[in-house]
Nanobody, 126 residues
Framework: QVQLVESGGGLVQAGGSLRLSCSAS????????MGWFRQAPGKEREFVAG????????YYTQSVAGRFNISRDNAKNTVDLQMNSLKPEDTAVYYC???????????????????WGKGTLVTVSS
């Protein structure tokens, strides 16, 4: 089992930046592909970004591609999401999630993840 704790959320103006971090504890972190998801009020949870076990392959949903960057540090058991040029529509609770021995980050979905953090709120004001 792995425990995930997100941090770094907050209130930011449109056009600003935030960096989210997810700290993992438990089993070998490098055995997991990692993802960031988000859920806005009244909407379903959606995929934002994913990263493979080594950090060498990343994938983004189209709405954040070019603005967000996911990275991981297997020595520190962390996965980060750098969010730039934020828009009001990025407002949501952001969740870190882990998929044990996952294969294809391009098809990552909420139902396929094994472990979840409790989320951190990101609010982007216009």
């Amino acid at each position: 089992q792995v425990q995930l704790v997100e941090s770094g959320g907050g209130l930011v103006q449109a056009g600003g930046s935030l960096r989210l971090s997810c700290s993992a504890s438990g089993r070998t972190f490098s055995n997991y592909v990692m993802g960031w998801f988000r859920q806005a009020p009244g909407k379903e949870r959606e995929f934002v970004a994913g990263i493979n076990w080594s950090g060498g392959v990343t994938y983004y949903t189209q709405s954040v591609a070019g603005r967000f960057n996911i990275s991981r540090d297997n020595a520190k058991n962390t996965v980060d999401l750098q969010m730039n040029s934020l828009k009001p529509e990025d407002t949501a609770v952001y969740y870190c999630a882990a998929d044990y021995l996952g294969l294809n980050i391009a098809t990552m979905s909420p139902n396929g993840m094994d472990y979840w953090g409790k989320g951190t709120l990101v609010t982007v004001s216009s």
